[in-house]
């Protein structure tokens, strides 16, 4: 590592970069818990997905004398966001530096409270995917604040900062199979990216409209107006804990039919929301029908999706290419085949961190 | 009436004819209560359909000596029923019998119990419109049964013989606006067919494929496996209530709104299933998503939809022909747009008995 964080305010300004990649569920996060920033009411399992990914370049400096103590700044893919959605991010980041290097003078100023960001992300993947973007966009930004500042971190550090900016960003800081538990501050790794070779997802975008109501917004109407939000809360444990053992076991049908389960879970308790949540267009319904025509040919094919009209198709290598052909005619941008992808990775070609990558 | 009760086994054979109309519950039947034969698990409300009726043809004869006790016929839209579907309703028809009409010799005789029924009964609507034909089927076949040995019923007796059947056939005794309460043996009628002359139902038939898997088959598998079952049964009463007041109201939104929330919950419970249940096509969604158009341009439509893939939109007399020119594309047979109708009616064109048109 390059960065020291000993060397005190001269050395100012930092940049870093950082690259993640987006977390499939196969066991949903749906619903938070109250009380804590996003923390999730149940648990989830992932697929980290290797084909696509977020990078992130990040310049932290030292605010001068009178600045705002508050001008981060980030720009996605080209265009200026909200600071105020990045808000709790960048003051969590300054609190965990502040927590780590107390002013050496031990005076009332705080190391991480003159620290402000400029951040710069993009992804390789269209928006249109409907994979969760900010999930490995927080996990890159989350991994380079805390390198650029306090040099190398635990990955479980890092998965916690990452939950602040987006639940499910917490995952993508590991490569391979993950889990986050229901009220856990951070995810773990359940096995390494090279865990099951032969595994592959594939991404079916049917449609580019921005999604009618935020995947926040629906999670906290589920909640409050719907009836089974409960009782999925309750059946969440149980499906996660077979959605491990398929894992543990490579086996693709119990992960498939049990992803199945959980995504159909998921959205049942939207629909079942007043007024109802429906992300679902007829060309996902035609996806799901004909996957379901596949799977009585004798094919190994089971879909997921996630708060959108798209469909992820978990199968093997054997099928990915068939399964991206079969729906081609539907789709708004070309499938995406993804093996199990790696964790987050800090640092420029030459100076390179790998976090996570390890078997927890 | 021309059948006396009384006349003695002379008088037999007897033929008598009855039509009655489908039933379309707004708030919905789904799951069944254990140890008695369809008694609802959930409240319902529903509405009589005027346009489209099943037209039955009864002949009801003494059984000879030595003929088999269970030779009861029934033809269906010209083809012949597997009698075992039909047994424990007429089973239960004789025992009606029996207990009103104990045997004058006071014998161990039953007078019921040397009955048996030839059926003739057909629908004017295509089997692809996804309503229940048989409840419209029960309805008239229990009316026509108890006339023909009984004279003149009360319209709750038919009810809860038709119910026997087929468990929304209780409904469909009765015109106009009707509520079975979970675990009621009968249907009541709320408002006769009078009550609402704007409203209209829009039939929207996508497919005539069989369906993959009867109403009884996956409300049994929806109560085994689906983790929202036992929320559903909690919540449908009180659905059920603001069904009836947006009845009593005449206020479509409300109906309509209601009616949505309504089967998204009953379907919410089947998606949830394990296996999942789904009857929805790529066309049911397009139409779904259609409504969701029209009424952002200020339409008054709502939908619903049964065990099955077609739409019913609930609407009123200014809009109903556009809906159905709206969506004609994705239909294969034509739309089919209903007044509210009256209850079953037995007898001949000249010796007709209205039973159950009146306001309860």
């Given at each position: 590592?390059?960065?020291?964080?000993?060397q005190?305010?001269?050395?100012f300004?930092?940049?870093?970069s950082?690259?993640?990649?987006?977390?499939?569920?196969?066991?949903?996060?749906w619903g938070?818990?109250?009380?804590?920033?996003?923390t999730a009411?149940?648990?989830?399992?992932a697929?980290?997905l290797?084909?696509i990914?977020?990078?992130?370049?990040?310049t932290?400096?030292c605010?001068?004398?009178?600045?705002?103590?508050?001008?981060d700044?980030?720009v996605?893919?080209?265009?200026?966001q909200?600071?105020?959605?990045f808000?709790?991010?960048?003051?969590?980041?300054?609190?965990?530096?502040?927590?780590?290097?107390?002013?050496?003078?031990?005076?009332?100023?705080?190391?991480?409270?003159?620290?402000?960001?400029?951040?710069?992300?993009?992804?390789?993947f269209?928006?249109?995917a409907?994979?969760?973007?900010?999930?490995?966009g927080?996990?890159?930004?989350a991994?380079s604040?805390?390198?650029?500042t306090?040099?190398?971190?635990?990955?479980?550090?890092i998965?916690?900062l990452?939950?602040i900016?987006?639940?499910?960003?917490c995952?993508s800081?590991?490569?391979g199979?993950t889990r986050?538990?229901?009220?856990?501050?951070?995810?773990?790794q359940?096995?390494p990216?090279?865990?099951w070779p032969?595994?592959?997802?594939?991404?079916l975008?049917?449609?580019?409209?921005e999604?009618?109501?935020?995947?926040?917004d629906?999670?906290?109407r589920t909640?409050?107006?719907?009836?089974?939000?409960d009782?999925w809360?309750?059946?969440?444990p149980?499906?996660?804990?077979?959605?491990?053992?398929?894992?543990?076991?490579?086996?693709?049908?119990?992960?498939g039919q049990?992803a199945?389960?959980?995504?159909?879970?998921?959205f049942?308790?939207?629909?079942?929301a007043?007024?109802?949540?429906?992300?679902?267009l007829?060309?996902?319904?035609?996806?799901?029908r004909?996957?379901?025509?596949?799977r009585?040919?004798?094919?190994?094919?089971?879909?997921?999706m996630?708060?959108?009209?798209q469909?992820?198709v978990?199968?093997?290598?054997a099928?990915?290419?068939q399964?991206?052909?079969?729906?081609?005619?539907?789709?708004?941008?070309p499938?995406?085949?993804?093996?199990?992808?790696?964790?987050v990775t800090v640092?420029?070609?030459?100076?390179?961190?790998v976090?996570g990558?390890?078997?927890?």
């Amino acid at each position: 590592m390059s960065h020291d964080p000993g060397q005190g305010p001269e050395s100012f300004p930092r940049t870093i970069s950082a690259t993640a990649h987006p977390s499939l569920a196969v066991a949903k996060y749906w619903g938070k818990q109250t009380g804590a920033i996003n923390t999730a009411a149940t648990p989830s399992v992932a697929i980290t997905l290797g084909a696509i990914a977020a990078r992130t370049t990040l310049t932290v400096d030292c605010a001068s004398e009178g600045d705002q103590p508050c001008r981060d700044q980030v720009v996605l893919n080209g265009v200026s966001q909200d600071p105020r959605r990045f808000r709790p991010f960048f003051d969590a980041v300054r609190e965990v530096i502040t927590l780590n290097c107390p002013h050496q003078d031990g005076g009332s100023d705080q190391a991480g409270e003159c620290l402000f960001f400029t951040v710069r992300s993009d992804n390789d993947f269209p928006t249109a995917a409907g994979l969760a973007s900010s999930a490995a966009g927080f996990a890159a930004l989350a991994a380079s604040a805390l390198t650029a500042t306090l040099g190398e971190r635990p990955p479980e550090e890092i998965s916690r900062l990452a939950r602040i900016g987006s639940g499910s960003a917490c995952r993508s800081v590991y490569g391979g199979f993950t889990r986050w538990d229901a009220g856990a501050p951070a995810a773990e790794q359940l096995y390494p990216e090279t865990w099951w070779p032969d595994l592959r997802v594939v991404v079916l975008p049917v449609s580019s409209a921005e999604k009618p109501l935020s995947s926040r917004d629906a999670m906290n109407r589920t909640r409050d107006t719907s009836p089974f939000y409960d009782a999925w809360v309750a059946d969440a444990p149980s499906l996660a804990g077979e959605t491990r053992e398929a894992i543990a076991q490579r086996d693709l049908e119990r992960l498939g039919q049990t992803a199945r389960l959980s995504y159909l879970r998921m959205f049942s308790t939207m629909f079942a929301a007043a007024p109802p949540i429906m992300y679902w267009l007829p060309q996902s319904l035609e996806i799901i029908r004909g996957l379901e025509e596949l799977r009585r040919m004798g094919l190994p094919v089971w879909e997921t999706m996630d708060a959108g009209p798209q469909v992820k198709v978990i199968t093997d290598a054997a099928h990915a290419r068939q399964v991206a052909e079969e729906f081609r005619d539907l789709l708004v941008s070309p499938a995406i085949i993804s093996e199990v992808g790696p964790g987050v990775t800090v640092g420029t070609a030459s100076d390179r961190t790998v976090s996570g990558g390890d078997h927890a």
